[in-house]
């Protein structure tokens, strides 16, 4: 069986960022009220009239990994598209891709994990490098939130947290089993979805009844049970790091670089609290970007590899939790 290796990264975010306390004249917050519930700063968001979607995005961000992998378009063999706001309804976004980079007829598949979507399509991409059915993959999570928040201060508890961005890797085959990805690890618990969720619209409850309901109906704006969704990040996300590192013989202290998805600074700094990492064992950059779900995982790996915070023979973690709820890990010899 074949392994398989993270070759090409980019990440792409809009280049207008909404402060803090441009959100203040929005909504009855403050920077002081964001920033000690989730530790975000600023956020990017794509303005008004801007090409940018979910699927440009991820263009954007494909091309710079492709090149860098050092291969053409021609060489990529399917894609995986992670996405929770898709740009329509269905198609899904990764026969876009295909289009838009014109690429040959790959397949394209769309995986809908929210906040866990990277780890899942990564996870995805990687038993189809490993049985030997293709070589090189593009792996893609991108988010365009803006456009669906509640931008009132009914809505500030979620709207706050969320921005735009995506980020993409090539994914290849590699004959070094020793290296590149080692393991991954994905759970779900379905009776928590709705705790985390966009209810609207569904084909149960289509555009027409939501329009005949004069304003009552909002459940087309996303809606967080907060302090639940925090107290089980908490526990899985120790869990299923833990599962990783068991399953690879692995200790804590043999982990390099932990990259959690961006959810909730305090989420990340308790478990690097509880697991006893330095700030150089882990990465974070919620500050800058805000929750780009799908997106944050890789905008961040992104972003540390080319800081040079992820060195050849690293121990890179990866892990996140989310709407489904749905979590999982993967454990990375770089």
């Not at 979507?117 to 792996?139: E, H, R």
């Not at 928590?192 to 109906?217: M, Q, R, T």
């Not at 200790?251 to 305090?266: C, E, G, K, W, Y």
Request: glycine letters at 8%.
């Amino acid at each position: 069986m074949y392994s398989s290796k993270i070759t090409g990264l980019g990440y792409y975010v809009p280049d207008n960022v909404v402060t803090n306390d441009d959100l203040s004249e929005l909504m009855d917050t403050n920077d002081e009220w964001i920033q000690e519930r989730t530790g975000i700063k600023e956020r990017h968001w794509i303005p008004d009239g801007s090409e940018d979607s979910s699927a440009i995005m991820g263009v954007k961000a494909a091309k710079i990994a492709i090149e860098r992998a050092g291969l053409s378009k021609d060489d990529i063999d399917f894609i995986v598209f992670a996405t929770l706001s898709p740009d329509y309804f269905f198609p899904g976004c990764g026969v876009q891709v295909q289009d838009m980079l014109d690429l040959p007829t790959v397949g394209a598949i769309d995986i809908r994990n929210q906040c866990s979507g990277f780890i899942y399509a990564l996870s995805t991409a990687d038993q189809f490098i490993k049985t030997g059915m293709y070589k090189n993959i593009l792996v893609i999570g991108a988010e365009f939130h803006s456009n669906g928040l509640d931008k009132t201060t009914r809505g500030r508890g979620v709207s706050v947290i969320f921005g735009d961005g995506a980020g993409a890797c090539i994914l290849s085959r590699e004959e070094d089993n020793s290296k590149g990805i080692l393991s991954s690890h994905l759970h779900s618990e379905g009776k928590y979805a709705d705790k985390l969720i966009v209810a609207s619209p569904s084909i149960k409850n289509w555009v027409p009844e939501i329009i005949n309901s004069n304003g009552k109906d909002i459940s087309y704006f996303p809606y967080m049970d907060g302090t639940f969704v925090f107290k089980n990040a908490v526990v899985r996300f120790s869990e299923v790091i833990m599962e990783g590192l068991e399953a690879n013989n692995l200790q804590v202290s043999d982990i390099d670089m932990f990259i959690p998805h961006q959810a909730n600074l305090r989420i990340s700094q308790f478990v690097q609290k509880k697991f006893g990492l330095n700030d150089d064992q882990v990465y974070n950059n919620i500050m800058k970007y805000g929750n780009t779900t799908a997106a944050s995982i890789i905008i961040a790996l992104t972003e540390a590899w080319e800081n040079g915070n992820i060195k050849d023979n690293d121990l890179v973690v990866l892990a996140a939790f989310g709407s489904g709820f749905t979590w999982g890990s993967v454990i990375i010899r770089w």
